[in-house]
């Protein structure tokens, strides 16, 4: 007789990859330098995968998905793999979503939800001066053999909007607070990753990061000289000259102190070939909980 095998320990550590990457939608009226994503879509898709192969454990935390790119990333990525998250102008199907995607035979998804960074963010709506409509996705998931949960988020702020970027962390803050009050764990660890569309000297980055958020910029906290890829940059544009790189693009961390940081990098968005899989660079963190 075959005995059934035992869980493993609640205290037994995992590794767990996070992946913020903005894909760029799949526009039908490319920039000067930009791919149509029949172009681009192979080459981000291979990305992903790599980024993925060997992490069973990891999450993928995108922006500005279109359906039709949610479909071939999930195709892609193959059956193993789930994703959370809707539409942004309807709650549904349209518009850009900021999904989160994780591996199916490795984390239960307990709770779901996606929110509008607005004055209403239960329903599609526009959030102060913002031109677009605008989203954040949370997760809770549990992973099925050891039990450790972890709290997800996949944000996009206004490009536009100062006043609803600031805005956008007041609220994505209040929100990590409730999710982490209403979770099972007492101290569960929680993951942002977005697209701030504001640089670290502005006041949404600031406003994140600071002192009581109890939120860290896992690129601020990591040593310099164990960072692999590009030191800062994350959007390069298509190469517009009137375009400047910056660095908007983030990870960060809620984290108990068995919440372990192990590698952070910027990786490429452009090889060889000379086309450009996106305007940004993807930015992963590795952590062992």
């Not at 959007?235 to 009137?242: I, N, V």
Request: a negative charge; glycine letters at 6%.
């Amino acid at each position: 007789m075959t005995l059934p095998e035992s869980p493993a320990p609640r205290s037994a550590r995992i590794h767990i990859r996070f992946v913020s990457f903005n894909i760029r939608y799949a526009t039908k009226d490319p920039v000067p330098g930009e791919q149509p994503w029949t172009t681009r879509r192979p080459r981000l898709c291979a990305q992903l995968n790599f980024l993925t192969s060997g992490h069973d454990s990891t999450f993928l935390c995108l922006q500005e998905v279109l359906f039709l790119q949610l479909m071939d990333i999930q195709d892609s990525l193959g059956p193993s793999w789930g994703h959370i998250g809707r539409g942004r102008k309807d709650g549904k199907l349209a518009g850009e979503f900021s999904p989160i995607f994780f591996r199916v035979d490795q984390w239960d998804c307990e709770d779901w939800k996606t929110y509008w960074l607005s004055e209403t963010p239960e329903k599609p709506s526009f959030g102060w001066d913002a031109v677009l409509e605008r989203i954040v996705t949370v997760g809770s998931f549990r992973h099925k053999t050891t039990g450790k949960g972890v709290i997800v988020m996949s944000t996009h702020f206004d490009h536009r909007g100062q006043v609803a970027r600031e805005e956008s962390s007041k609220l994505i803050l209040k929100l990590a607070s409730e999710w982490r009050q209403t979770n099972r764990d007492s101290d569960p660890p929680l993951v942002l990753g977005g697209d701030l569309n504001s640089t670290p000297t502005d006041l949404a980055y600031k406003t994140l990061t600071s002192s009581d958020s109890g939120l860290q910029d896992a690129s601020a906290v990591f040593p310099d000289e164990l960072k692999y890829g590009n030191r800062k940059i994350t959007y390069t544009s298509f190469g517009e000259p009137d375009e400047k790189a910056k660095t908007i693009d983030f990870l960060f961390v809620q984290r108990p102190p068995t919440f372990k940081l192990m590698l952070f990098g910027i990786l490429s968005n452009k090889f060889d070939d000379g086309v450009f899989l996106s305007d940004h660079r993807p930015v992963f963190l590795d952590v062992e909980a």
